[in-house]
């Protein structure tokens, strides 16, 4: 039986319907970012990827928004990428764009995903389009086991830290740099459940806290959401 006002951070939006959806059963969803992307504006980046439009290349996505970042320098045409991604988000606007056929593998972490580089990749260099907080593991794999990696930022993170002392049941994380930004001006009460959106996030959440700690089931962000309301409907 669900308890009574239950109440959740999420740290980075969230649809309408969601919220909503939550609300009907009595759990109050507060949304507050803790982080800001904004794409590079850089003439010499723009001239690189004006490069490599015609160029058969194997690229790597990690993020929505590096994808949407080279999209949006794309400026409508579509190359002939072979193309590699985590997350089913990143990969719905790779196929939006590049059509399905353009994905050569997918994975739910940035580890995973270089594993199966490893076993499926036809040729032995990469381009990894990413953002300026980037973690080193994949770019790590690849280059331990003697891939080339050339290595575009094209979209950069800001933190938001706000400072807040409402009781919260629970808190929904999307990213490592979400997770840094929050820890460094708040702690959450001991028995606040923390949400993660995958393995990753989950580890930096480790680091500063000792709560239990809620993996996805899929990596989706609205996914994630629902998951932590079914959580509540059930204990």
Sequence with gaps: MIRNNVHILSTRPLPDRVIRQAAEGNIHIEVLSFIETRKRSDPELTKIIEGMKKKLLQVIFTSVNAVQAVIDELNGERPDWIIYCTGQTTRGIVEDYFGPESIAG???????????ILQKAPFNSFVFFCGDQRREELPGILKESGYSL???????????PHKSNKHYDAILFYSPSAVESFFSMNNPEPGTILFAIGKTTAGEIAKHANNPILIAEKPVKKLLAEQAIRYFQTI
């Design 150 to 160: 050339e290595v575009l930022v094209v979209y950069e993170t800001l933190e938001t």
């Design 106 to 116: 997918t994975a739910s972490s940035s580890e995973e995903l270089a594993e199966s």
